[in-house]
């Protein structure tokens, strides 16, 4: 994490429409690295939002305090591709003094990327990894080669906790708002909901998400795995996912 303490950062969230996310990384520099204050950075617990608030949210609050000097302008996905927390975030940081760019991705900017890493073999941790990185890096080519038969999916966002991934098989397809980023239509409620039949499938959410409630109906009706949790995940989910995957 030093090299981002030690240069100038443009910091987003969610999945800015390149239409806004573009323009900001002209005006700033190309140069500048872009950072994913999403993602658990190992930034110390800034005690602006209260314990409850989903890890992920969290995570972009204590991301910004921690690198407040090298951010020139946080680019905040606060549409329906995101939720309302992230523009409760968006407003606390402005309040702050960050210089926040907000973006709302409207239908007619969704994009019909075809699915490489989402429907592919290989480590589960690692394709999620891919697709986050087609935020500010669509890809140009599909290797339709890398297509596999699902034994098994996984539906959700990114856990803030990557290590519940390395239980899933390479087999393993990918679901809900993670296969909208890659496809490039976050906030597509019908590709969000859309699960194969017959695939054994866990559907995640942080804890205090507010896709819990499509997490736990989608679950119930495709006999699937709901799982929440907190921060970093503990060995009652990781036993409890180990043991659905293998019983599934």
Same mark, same amino acid.
């Given at each position: 994490?030093?090299?981002?303490?030690?240069?100038?950062?443009?910091?987003?969230?969610?999945?800015?429409?390149?239409?806004?996310?573009?323009?900001?990384?002209?005006?700033?520099?190309?140069?500048?690295?872009?950072?994913?204050?999403?993602?658990?950075?190992?930034?110390?617990?800034?005690?602006? %939002?209260?314990? !409850?608030?989903?890890?992920?949210? @969290?995570?972009? /609050? +204590?991301?910004?305090? $921690?690198?407040?000097? &090298?951010?020139?302008?946080?680019?905040?996905?606060?549409?329906?591709?995101?939720?309302?927390?992230?523009?409760?975030?968006?407003?606390?940081?402005?309040?702050?003094?960050?210089?926040?760019?907000?973006?709302?991705?409207?239908?007619?900017?969704?994009?019909?990327?075809?699915? %490489?890493?989402? !429907?592919?073999?290989?480590?589960? @941790?690692?394709? /999620? +990894?891919?697709?986050? $990185?087609?935020?500010? &890096?669509?890809?140009?080519?599909?290797?339709?080669?890398?297509?596999?038969?699902?034994?098994?999916?996984?539906?959700?966002?990114?856990?803030?906790?990557?290590?519940?991934?390395?239980?899933?098989?390479?087999?393993?397809?990918?679901?809900?708002?993670?296969?909208?980023?890659?496809?490039?239509?976050?906030?597509?409620?019908?590709?969000?909901?859309?699960? +194969?039949?017959?695939?054994?499938?866990?559907?995640?959410?942080?804890?205090?998400?507010?896709?819990?409630?499509?997490?736990?109906?989608?679950?119930?009706?495709?006999?699937?795995?709901?799982?929440?949790?907190?921060?970093?995940?503990?060995?009652?989910?990781?036993?409890?996912?180990?043991?659905?995957?293998?019983?599934?």
């Amino acid at each position: 994490m030093e090299n981002l303490k030690s240069k100038k950062l443009i910091g987003y969230y969610g999945f800015p429409r390149p239409s806004v996310l573009g323009p900001v990384r002209e005006r700033f520099g190309y140069n500048l690295e872009l950072v994913d204050l999403d993602v658990a950075l190992e930034a110390p617990d800034s005690r602006i %939002v209260q314990n !409850t608030t989903c890890r992920i949210i @969290a995570n972009i /609050i +204590d991301n910004a305090i $921690e690198y407040s000097k &090298r951010l020139v302008a946080v680019v905040a996905d606060v549409g329906e591709g995101k939720c309302d927390r992230g523009r409760y975030a968006a407003l606390i940081l402005r309040e702050m003094g960050f210089n926040v760019i907000e973006s709302r991705f409207p239908p007619e900017e969704f994009e019909n990327r075809p699915l %490489v890493y989402s !429907t592919g073999r290989g480590s589960l @941790a690692d394709r /999620i +990894d891919s697709i986050m $990185e087609t935020v500010i &890096r669509p890809y140009d080519s599909v290797v339709s080669a890398r297509n596999c038969k699902p034994t098994h999916g996984f539906w959700g966002v990114p856990p803030s906790d990557f290590r519940i991934l390395d239980i899933f098989p390479d087999t393993t397809h990918i679901y809900g708002w993670t296969r909208c980023v890659e496809a490039g239509r976050p906030g597509d409620l019908q590709l969000e909901y859309f699960v +194969d039949e017959d695939v054994p499938t866990v559907f995640f959410t942080q804890s205090f998400c507010a896709k819990q409630d499509m997490a736990h109906y989608l679950a119930e009706k495709h006999d699937g795995l709901f799982v929440d949790c907190h921060r970093r995940v503990n060995d009652s989910i990781l036993s409890k996912v180990e043991a659905f995957i293998k019983l599934a």
